[in-house]
Antibody, heavy 114, light 108 residues
Framework: EVQFVESGGALVNIGGSLTLSCEGS????????MSWVRQAPGKGLEWVGR??????????DYATPVKGRFTISRDDAKNRLFLHMTDLKAGDTAMYYC?????WGQGTLVTVSS | SSELTQPPSMSVSPGQTARITCSGD??????AFWYQQKVGQAPKLVIF???ERPPDIPERFSGSTSGTTVTLTISGVQPEDEADYYC???????????FGGGTKLTVL
């Protein structure tokens, strides 16, 4: 069974930084392009960005609101995906999910407050 | 345009058919995916590449496409189908993900 488990969510101050982690199991992680999707409280789904498989260059793409502030990386040896967030804003408050499309984790909550 | 438009809400009675639409220019060039999200849970894929259903999804869920509109049909709606439903596709280059605003399905 494919599973993703996110961790690292926390309460952080505006302007602060935070790194989220996602551990995958039940799949050949290195063969999966992975995305981060977020959901602000009471709102819809918003794509954050993605990283392709290493064999496809490990290329990253980001949504406009986070470009230049967020960085996605992966460690295939540890079946892990990361989201490094800097210069956090109140609008980044959300549940953050990792997914390869078919399967999703349960999410980790990031709250940005002054 | 890279937007996907869904009706914000709809309601049906148990046993009826629900048809949730998603419209956008990119749907004429890219596949659509549908996710179900129940309160307090993560999204769950119910339809992929326009019409395919994952093995654990009931047969009453189906997808169809026509031009720039895709439709999620739930035949014989059950009370447990009450949820938010989101359509999703890629941008014109197939690189960026785009989500519709979501449709809240209420089963009366």
């Amino acid at each position: 069974e494919v599973q993703f488990v996110e961790s690292g969510g926390a309460l952080v101050n505006i302007g602060g930084s935070l790194t989220l982690s996602c551990e995958g199991s039940g799949l050949t992680f290195m063969n999966a392009s992975m995305s981060w999707v977020r959901q602000a409280p009471g709102k819809g789904l918003e794509w954050v960005g993605r990283i392709t498989k290493k064999i496809e260059g490990g290329r990253t793409d980001y949504a406009t609101p986070v470009k230049g502030r967020f960085t996605i990386s992966r460690d295939d040896a540890k079946n892990r995906l990361f989201l490094h967030m800097t210069d956090l804003k109140a609008g980044d408050t959300a549940m953050y999910y990792c997914t390869q499309g078919m399967h999703w984790g349960q999410g980790t909550l990031v709250t940005v407050s002054s | 345009s890279s937007e996907l438009t869904q009706p914000p809400s709809m309601s049906v009675s148990p046993g009826q058919t629900a048809r949730i639409t998603c419209s956008g220019d990119l749907l004429s060039r890219q596949y659509a995916f549908w996710y179900q999200q129940k309160v307090g849970q993560a999204p769950k894929l119910v339809i992929f590449v326009d019409t395919e259903r994952p093995p654990d999804i009931p047969e009453r869920f189906s997808g169809s496409t026509s031009g720039t509109t895709v439709t999620l049909t739930i035949s014989g709606v059950q009370p447990e189908d009450e949820a938010d439903y989101y359509c999703h596709s890629g941008d014109a280059g197939g690189t960026l993900w785009v989500f519709g605003g979501g449709t809240k399905l209420t089963v009366l």
